[in-house]
């Protein structure tokens, strides 16, 4: 190799050493464990994720161990700016010393600053005891605190590949979308610290893994490897746009036929009878484009993102294979944060209804189903992106407010398929609670089924629907709203969501 002018060879030589010290990750074994299975390691899980070529390190020379354990830096996705941080497990488990800490604050202020989407790959065991050559932390920046301060701003979503403990697990519950493994788990102590705090003994699957995680609502999705974890948040950011001060962004409009004749085959006309909400999504989306975002948690409720003529929609539905898919308290967080995110980045909202009500009984009363159930309707009424309401077949009592049936609750359409039903409460249920005798009875009953009519006639919704034009009627909602909602955009006055 020519030598270098001006002397830089010996001083560029001494760079490049340091950074393979700092990129050579932990020993040799520990490595080669990381990879049993088809797993990946830190850098690894970076190239997979990120576009080939794109990923520039920051903070490599930070600490005195490879990377401080957790791999930082700028990358594109789809050719899009993304900030992207990885906990290395080969690097003493992943965890997190104050030069980690310092590289995650930097990340979320980066990604704050330049508003770009931050992607956060865990597998770490927590903040670790200080060494003996590390400064004390003292007074510094709390990356958990930043990473706060950018929901609402900028797409934030989590990828758990193993074992996820303390202070780094947090990043998932503060996330808008996260993922993680079958043999991942998730927990605010790890099987250790539980056993000397309470003596319990646990192993991390029973602990934290995706049985507990997705069923507590802690993360959102679980896939089988490393590469579909990392592939679901490259799709899932495809629906988002780079900041709050952007509209999502537009796919190739498939055209085609926009008659759904298939929805009367999917949708009885039975109120009574149970069917699959999810099926009557992907017929109205465009092919492909379904994207169902925590399907293991408050599965009353339904919800995910997807594309019609293009445009990326966040759609809520009710769940009529679960419990005639009543709103329970599970369901109602569920679809409380959902709308609150999709609000925040400019989605518009498609409610799909068909319920019997919010839950009744004892365990949901003792559970605080009308607290969750304000929640939601809270969360849907202070939106201020566009919103489209559809009831299929009913929807009844606060049911039906909490998914943005009520008139003059801004939205674009409010739609409605013919023989649907409305009301305080069936009239099955009304019956009992006003002790009518059969002439009653028969008018409650002949009242519900005309509800439909009587409540177009007196526009409380804007009109009644053949069903297979409903993808029709949502392309128009979308054309007449894409104006307002694609104008130059500010964040909403109310930032953020809670987890």
């Known amino acids: 190799m020519a030598e270098l002018p001006n002397g830089w060879g010996p001083i560029l030589d001494d760079l490049a050493e340091r950074r393979a010290a700092a990129a050579a990750m932990g020993p040799p074994d520990r490595l080669d464990r990381q990879h049993d299975g088809?797993?990946?390691?830190?850098?690894?899980?970076?190239?997979?994720?990120?576009?080939?070529?794109?990923?520039?390190?920051?903070?490599?020379?930070?600490?005195?161990?490879?990377?401080?354990?957790?791999?930082?830096?700028?990358?594109?996705?789809?050719?899009?700016?993304?900030?992207?941080?990885?906990?290395?497990?080969?690097?003493?488990?992943?965890?997190?010393?104050?030069?980690?800490?310092?590289?995650?604050?930097?990340?979320?202020?980066?990604?704050?600053?330049?508003?770009?989407p931050l992607l956060l790959l865990l597998e770490g065991a927590g903040h670790r005891p200080p060494r003996d050559n590390e400064p004390p932390a003292g007074r510094r920046p709390n990356d958990l605190q930043a990473l706060a301060k950018l929901s609402g701003r900028v797409?934030?979503?989590?990828?758990?590949?193993?074992?996820?403990?303390?202070?780094?697990?947090?990043?998932?519950?503060?996330?808008?979308?996260?993922?993680?493994?079958?043999?991942?788990?998730?927990f605010a102590a790890g099987p250790p610290l539980v056993k000397a705090a309470t003596g319990e003994e646990v192993d991390k699957?029973?602990?934290?893994?995706?049985?507990?995680?997705?069923?507590?609502?802690?993360?959102?999705?679980?896939?089988?490897?490393?590469?579909?974890?990392?592939?679901?948040?490259?799709r899932w950011l495809g629906y988002l746009p780079r900041s709050a001060?952007?509209?999502?962004?537009?796919?190739?409009?498939?055209?085609?036929?926009?008659?759904?004749?298939?929805?009367?085959?999917?949708?009885?006309?039975?109120?009574?009878?149970?069917?699959?909400?999810?099926?009557?999504?992907?017929?109205?989306?465009?092919?492909?484009?379904?994207f169902e975002v925590q399907p293991r948690f408050g599965e009353t409720l339904i919800t995910g993102l997807a594309r019609i003529g293009g445009d990326p929609v966040a759609i809520v539905a009710n769940q009529p294979n679960v419990r005639a898919g009543s709103i329970d308290s599970d369901a109602a967080d569920k679809g409380a944060t959902f709308v609150s995110m999709a609000d925040g980045f400019h989605?518009?909202?498609?409610?799909?209804?068909?319920?019997?009500?919010?839950?009744?009984?004892?365990?949901?009363?003792?559970?605080?189903?009308?607290?969750?159930?304000a929640r939601l309707f809270a969360a849907q009424s202070r939106a201020t992106t566009t919103k489209v309401q559809v009831t299929f077949r009913k929807a009844y009592g606060?049911?039906?407010?909490?998914?943005?049936?009520?008139?003059?609750?801004?939205?674009?359409?409010?739609?409605?398929?013919?023989?649907?039903?409305?009301?305080?409460?069936?009239?099955?249920?009304?019956?009992?609670?006003?002790?009518?005798?059969?002439?009653?009875?028969?008018?409650?009953?002949?009242?519900?089924?005309?509800?439909?009519?009587?409540?177009?006639a007196g526009f409380s919704i804007d009109d009644l629907i053949d069903p297979r034009q409903l993808r029709q009627a949502l392309r128009v909602a979308l054309r007449t709203s894409a104006a307002r909602r694609r104008d130059p955009v500010e964040p909403v006055a109310r930032v953020g969501r809670l987890p």
């Open 205 to 234: 699957a029973a602990l934290g893994g995706p049985a507990v995680a997705l069923a507590s609502g802690v993360v959102h999705n679980e896939v089988a490897t490393d590469r579909e974890a990392l592939d679901q948040l490259r």
């Open 245 to 290: 001060w952007q509209a999502p962004p537009l796919s190739a409009d498939p055209g085609g036929d926009d008659l759904r004749p298939e929805l009367l085959e999917i949708v009885p006309s039975n109120h009574r009878t149970p069917y699959d909400m999810i099926r009557a999504v992907v017929a109205l989306v465009d092919a492909g484009s379904w």
């Open 398 to 456: 606060f049911g039906s407010s909490a998914m943005a049936m009520n008139p003059f609750d801004s939205q674009t359409l409010n739609l409605a398929f013919p023989g649907v039903t409305f009301g305080a409460m069936p009239a099955a249920g009304a019956d009992a609670a006003t002790n009518a005798d059969a002439v009653g009875q028969a008018s409650l009953r002949a009242a519900e089924l005309a509800s439909g009519y009587r409540s177009a």
């Open 38 to 116: 088809g797993r990946l390691d830190a850098r690894q899980r970076i190239a997979h994720l990120a576009d080939a070529g794109s990923f520039h390190e920051i903070g490599a020379l930070v600490g005195d161990l490879p990377a401080d354990g957790f791999v930082a830096g700028l990358a594109t996705v789809d050719g899009r700016p993304v900030g992207v941080g990885a906990e290395d497990f080969t690097v003493l488990g992943g965890s997190i010393g104050v030069g980690g800490t310092a590289k995650r604050h930097r990340l979320a202020e980066l990604a704050l600053q330049e508003r770009h």
């Open 155 to 186: 797409p934030v979503a989590v990828g758990v590949f193993g074992p996820s403990a303390g202070h780094g697990a947090l990043a998932a519950p503060l996330a808008d979308f996260s993922v993680m493994t079958a043999t991942a788990a998730i």
């Open 347 to 373: 989605l518009p909202l498609l409610f799909l209804t068909d319920n019997p009500g919010v839950l009744a009984g004892t365990a949901a009363e003792r559970s605080g189903i009308l607290r969750h159930a």
